[in-house]
């Protein structure tokens, strides 16, 4: 399998705290690579280092195996989409002029769009299902809408790699698993690597091919999700008891936190 | 059922802007030719205007109207765009292009040089212009590194920072004029207002050094465009955010510097020309750049030649009649845009 990103030996810190320590990771080409880990574990950080946007102390990032620091925004952009946490609420762009925009890194000096470039983006509308939404304003959206318009917009940046930052975070169930589908969907048949960070455990076991599980900035493990959502290493990251055993639906791990009251009656005397 | 396209023709509309505005303009600049004070009726001047009529005529017209017009169209211009990049920089909507404190910076340098008794040209011009580089030198070091640049943008720190230097140098400048005497009192606070009557053909090459900044401000609509959408959206779509923000922030700090030694503090244009084509055309910074850049040169003419007409006597300083025609005229585009 051909790595498309890499993080070798990364360390990265503020004002003394270490937030990343020695993490190193390969992600191959159609991979559905899932982050996951506590509050605080440096999740976001990762992600914000191998899409460039900090700057890691010591270690390298490669993308398509080049130096990320020897390469423009603009270059990384042709290859790499990105879909952050938060966007401003007062964005004052329609939706089909926000998804349009993803064209930008492929554009000329001028930014005018072609006609190949509208129906990219319209293509992108429609895969994500929201053309029908194209002349509403970012605050006229629901969560769901507004994550899909977001999406939508990274798809027309026709990436080989698209990183996101919890996109289900703040979504109902039906909006969280239809915003995994069309990542799984997107990553099957374009072959397009995806790389997420999410707080639902169960949700990754589900849809990602690997995992990482961060903790205090350090690799805690790494592999499939058999292999990472185990009781000891859960426990040993979250610090809390999460029950695991095989979801009947697809034979991945199936994670459920255990409520105290429970927790006192079985386990008998634990904590 | 026929469905509408899922864009509108973005060419069609740009050329549709340039195009209108663009004879708003060639229709400003030649009524600016074509009438002034002297008692020379509108159609002598449209006469001597195409090489007909009188040489005092002809004169008046291509030795001190046509630099007149010249400057009021590059400043008009200048601060309509510089309004516009600001307001997209710093995300709000009460950005001006005074607002990290040039006009306080190149204020104190102006007074300074005609309390000093220097010339209006080059003299004045040269200190109004190092006072106001003096505040942008302040305004760089302060945020120092890129990283920090980024994170006071998004905190209003440059913000802040700025309204604190026109605080500071709106106290010097109150001092400059208490210790001044009566005869210089006019000339600053002429020159405080905004004034166009000392410009002369040897300062028209000056007004060349705005046209690179233009350009470039133009070669990044689109960026900021996706810098609305934040730093780390932008740079994910192929944005080098602290690069564009400082070159944004210097080459409009720079323009706006050349003007106001020029021509003083004329206010009010930078702030509501971008305001109205929001209101008029919608956000795309890509319809806005030509659309402020035209439209700002076309109403500071039509201010200039007001100033010029309605005062019986001599002339008024045109940054009153810019926040007098342009208050009104906002508040009455915002008006019908809600209903």
Known sequence: MKTVLAGRDLVLGYDGRTVLDRVSLEIGEGEFFVIIGPNGAGKTTLLKTLAGLERPQRGTVTVFEKNLTRMGRRDLARVMALVPQQLPLDFPFTVADTVLMGRSPHLGLLGLESARDREIAAAAMGFTDILHLRDRTLDQLSGGERQRTVIARAICQEPRLILLDEPTAALDPAHQLKVMDLMERFCREQRVTVVMVSHDLNLAALYGSRLLLLHRGRVAALGSPAEVLTEELLFEAYGCRLQVDVNPLAGVPRVTPVPGRVRGLSAGGED | MRSRPVFDKFGLRLLGVILVLGLLLAGSLLLGLATGSSRASLADGWQALWGGGSSTMATIIWQIRLPRVLLAAT????????????????????????????????????????????????????????????????????????RRLRASI???????????????????????????RHTEMQQILFWLMGDFSLMTRERLPLLLLAVPCFLLIAIHARPMNLLLLGAEAAAGMGVAVSRTIVLLLVATTFMVSVVVSQAGLIGFVGLVVPHVFRVLLGPDHRLLVPASLLGGASYLIVCDLLARLLPAAGEMPVGILTALIGAPLFIFLLWRAKK
């Open chain 2, 154 to 180: 998004s905190k209003d720190g440059l913000l802040l920072g700025g309204v604190m230097m026109n605080a500071f140098c709106g106290a010097v400048i109150m001092f400059l004029i208490s210790i001044s």
């Open chain 2, 75 to 146: 400043v008009g211009a200048t601060l309509a765009l510089g309004g516009l990049v600001f307001q997209a920089l710093l995300r709000n909507p009460l950005a001006e292009p005074y607002i990290l404190g040039v006009s306080g910076g190149s204020a104190i340098g102006a007074i300074s040089g005609m309390l000093l008794g220097f010339s209006s040209f080059p003299g004045v011009t040269l200190a109004s212009f190092s006072g106001s580089m003096a505040v942008l030198a302040v305004v760089l070091l302060l945020t120092g590194s890129s």
